[in-house]
């Protein structure tokens, strides 16, 4: 299998294991390849988000929305998502393969988006104690 190369900054991406998932990341920036449903499956584990060990760039943002991402596993364009939570994320999600790329220290904000109460949940759960 050729080695996978990081779609935002060119660098190698080295498998990295959480308990049996094995998930590829990135040397240089930290960003995270999840195959597909490697990111569903890790964001059940406890503990699991130690394997995302870098910070997110806020900065970055704009340059990353504005710009074509290719797939590392089949250099198809990925599509960009947002996830509009407790913690809003823009990530990458390839069309083709099911994979997921997330920048460095958006897979923490991803897991915890799935642990705390959702916003609309919330939201609605307000108005229904106004009636």
């Not at 308990?19 to 059940?44: H, M, P, T, Y």
Request: aromatic share 10%; glycine share 6%.
């Amino acid at each position: 299998m050729k080695p996978l190369i990081c779609p935002k900054c060119g660098g190698n991406l080295e498998p990295v294991m959480y308990e049996i998932i094995e998930v590829d990341r990135c040397c240089q920036c930290n960003g995270i390849w999840f195959d597909s449903s490697e990111a569903e499956n890790l964001k059940n584990l406890r503990g699991s988000e130690k394997i995302d060990i870098g910070q997110l760039d806020n900065e970055n943002q704009k340059e990353v929305l504005d710009s074509h991402i290719p797939c590392p596993r089949c250099n198809t364009p990925m599509v960009k998502m947002f996830d509009f939570d407790k913690h809003p994320i823009w990530y990458e999600t390839c069309p083709n393969c099911q994979g997921i790329w997330f920048d460095a220290g958006e897979f923490k904000k991803f897991k915890d988006n799935f642990s705390q109460p959702k916003m609309l949940s919330q939201a609605w759960n307000m108005l229904r104690l106004r009636k």
